[in-house]
């Protein structure tokens, strides 16, 4: 799993560090603004809503050996798109707007709250990840999965009408 999460990470690095010569890093560092950056954000959300998706239909139909493995992928996913956001987006964004005390506000908030909804998940992550295993967890599964889905569903509408435009402002 940590193999498919690197080849991602490198994957998606390689994609945002193609024709940086047009974009400064941000200041003190070497990340510097990728137009495609975005697009590829929003294309994890994209994944992400579907893995949800298609590990609620797998719960309904009581595949729940099928369930563990997805939920195995939802983590590799999340966790690549994580560390994406945390390195490409929010380390720019702190440094690019360092001496903007509101806008820095906004972003700490944005990073501090995404650790908090990213413990939680990796939380409910744990512990039903013997759901195939372990059908009685099954028992609890449905609520707790719509509440992941809830946090989930608002933090991108966020991140998409927020956060991301902040970032295009930056160039």
């Known amino acids: 799993m940590f193999d498919l999460l690197k080849k991602k990470a490198k994957e998606k690095e390689a994609d945002i560090d193609n024709d940086l010569s047009e974009h400064k890093p941000a200041p003190g560092t070497n990340i510097y603004f990728h137009p495609e950056l975005i697009d590829q954000l929003k294309g994890d959300h994209k994944e992400l ?14 595949s729940y050996k099928t369930v563990s493995e ?17 390195v490409r987006l929010y380390i720019y964004l702190d440094h690019m707007f360092q001496g903007d005390e509101t806008n820095s506000e906004l972003i700490r908030g944005f990073r501090k709250d995404m650790g908090d909804i990213a413990k939680a998940v990796m939380s409910f992550l744990k512990k039903y990840e013997e759901i195939g295993v372990n059908n009685d967890l099954a028992s609890q599964f449905d609520e707790d999965f719509a509440t992941i889905g809830k946090v989930l569903t608002k933090r991108i509408e966020n991140e998409e009408t927020v956060l991301y435009p902040l970032y295009s402002t930056t160039h």
Not at 49 to 62: C, G, N, Q, R, T
């Open 49 to 62: 809503v579907e893995l949800y998706m298609e590990i609620k239909s797998l719960f309904e139909a009581e």
């Open 70 to 86: 997805k939920l195995g992928d939802f983590r590799a996913a999340l966790q690549g798109h994580l560390l994406t956001e945390n």
